[in-house]
């Protein structure tokens, strides 16, 4: 059983078109983080949500934390090529750090 | 700035044998972790430490041992590789433990094929 569920697990669009990858859980987190990973490179945090209800913007990505801190989602704006890559949400339930299998996202030129 | 460190990036082997994943950190972090990524799995934690002396088991640890040489560096042995071990393994660390908010720095990843 998958603590953090991933959706879509692929996700194929053309520039400049927005999308929303979601991760949900039925558990209650105390964080939640987002990484991306470019091929051959390891995940690198993009943000981190404490609060429930908590929206953060990184330029053309929204991060939002459910208000009952069970769910997130990351919306992209306008995508663009260098958006490529591997989205993976990682939650601390119970204090130790749980990983999502990952949306994989193509944007093509 | 190095970051986090991973010897070797590739790696063949033949069931049966074994060999030492190296890993090091100039950080200063606290904590360091092994993970492996399987092909739609995610990340999965294999072992973890929090801090310099103590190791723990993760999600995976059957087939691996680990040792917390000094403060900067965490190895990953498998003594006797099996297939099922062909994996992406990657080595992270952070300033804190599982437990804290801190934010994970990943290597490049060590790709091991077992035959």
């Known amino acids: 059983t998958q603590l953090l569920e991933q959706s879509p697990q692929f996700l194929s669009i053309q520039e400049g078109e927005n999308l929303t990858v979601y991760c949900n859980s039925s558990?209650?987190?105390?964080?939640l983080q987002w990484y991306r990973q470019e091929p051959g490179e390891g995940p690198v945090l993009l943000v981190t949500?404490?609060?429930?209800?908590e929206v953060k913007k990184l330029k053309r990505l929204t991060f939002q934390f459910g208000d009952a801190r069970k769910d997130s989602s990351l919306h992209i704006t306008a995508a663009q090529p260098g958006d490529t890559g591997l989205y993976l949400c990682?939650?601390?339930?119970?204090?130790?750090?749980?990983f999502g299998r990952g949306t994989q996202l193509t944007v093509w030129p | 700035n190095a970051g986090v460190t991973q010897t070797p990036k590739f790696q063949v082997l033949k069931t049966g044998q074994s060999m030492t994943l190296q890993c090091a950190q100039d950080m200063n972090h606290n904590s360091m972790y092994w993970y492996r990524q399987d092909p739609g799995m995610g990340l999965r934690l294999i072992y973890y430490?929090?801090?310099?002396?103590t190791t723990d088991k993760g999600e995976v640890p059957n087939g691996y041992n680990v040792s917390r040489l000094n403060k900067r560096e965490f190895s990953l042995r498998l003594e006797s590789a099996a297939p099922s071990q062909t994996s992406v393994y990657f080595c992270a660390s952070s300033e804190w433990g599982q437990g804290a908010t801190g934010e994970l720095f990943f290597g490049e990843g060590s790709r091991l094929t077992v035959l």
């Open positions: 949500v404490v609060t429930g209800g």
């Open positions: 990682a939650g601390r339930p119970l204090g130790r750090l749980y």
């Open positions: 430490s929090a801090s310099e002396g």
């Open positions: 558990s209650v987190f105390s964080s």
